[in-house]
């Protein structure tokens, strides 16, 4: 199994020595019980991380480690938005833990017409919660980036940002248990960036895909199955993973 990796401010090169402490140091200690003389990964979530060894435990909070191998690992090409309907308050996080395990650069909360969940007067709050969901599920699963969470978006905002991304040659998948088209029949290993969107648990509204569509994007249908607003988007990124270079061995 890989070392546990802990988040830091500044990833040190081979032979620097860093102090981890606050809560990232707590979790190494007290929680993972990691001693002198183990293995972890530190990162910065920009894409730089460090093998390290520990060397001292300082406290029940803090810890001293020596990197022996610093990495930067390029962010995965084509780049992936996943713009999100906001879930029910149950579902919310767990659809930002599984986008960002699947490889989600950015992921946009949307308040969709049909969102049962509504942000009104407490959308940085929100924000932030998924923000910390996005950083604890990179951690888990050793991404060396953790995506942006963009603010939060209405209908208009969404066909902007769609328009924008079909302008500059990329591709905007809407996910739809009637869409006309699979991933595989998109232009997706050749596109610099795409754009997943994902509807809330009622479903997208007939006018938010006549007109995504009109701006040329295309309704999807990923499988057989109907998902859950909150697994969708893992699926649809675990498949461009295999349709394009995202997963290629580095």
Not at 68 to 97: G, I, N, W
Request: glycine fraction near 10%; charged fraction near 25%.
């Amino acid at each position: 199994m890989s070392p546990p990796l802990f988040w830091v401010d500044e990833v040190p090169r081979a032979g620097s020595e860093i102090t981890i402490k606050g809560s990232e140091g707590r979790h190494a200690v007290t929680v993972t019980r990691l001693a002198v003389g183990e293995e972890l990964t530190v990162g910065d979530g920009r894409g730089s991380t460090a093998q390290c060894e520990i060397v001292a435990v300082t406290g029940k909070d803090a810890l001293i480690v020596r990197a022996h191998e610093y990495t930067y690992r390029e962010p995965p090409r084509p780049r992936v938005t996943v713009v999100q309907a906001l879930p029910k308050s149950e579902r919310s996080e767990l659809a930002v833990d599984l986008a960002t395990e699947a490889g989600a650069d950015e992921i946009v909360p949307w308040q969709a017409a049909r969102c049962v969940a509504r942000w009104t007067g407490k959308a940085e709050k929100g924000r932030d919660k998924w923000r910390v969901a996005a950083s604890a599920a990179a951690k888990q699963s050793r991404r060396p980036w953790v995506p942006e969470i963009g603010p939060l978006a209405s209908t208009t905002d969404v066909r902007s940002r769609c328009a924008e991304t079909i302008a500059r040659g990329g591709v905007v998948a809407v996910l739809h248990e009637h869409g006309a088209v699979g991933l595989r029949e998109l232009a997706v290993a050749d596109a610099p960036e795409v754009v997943v969107v994902v509807g809330p648990e009622g479903g997208l509204d007939d006018s938010e895909i006549s007109d995504l569509t009109a701006l040329g994007a295309s309704p999807v249908l990923l499988g057989p199955e109907v998902l859950r607003t909150s697994t969708a988007a893992a699926v649809a990124l675990g498949a461009l993973g295999v349709l394009t270079d995202r997963w290629a061995t580095r």
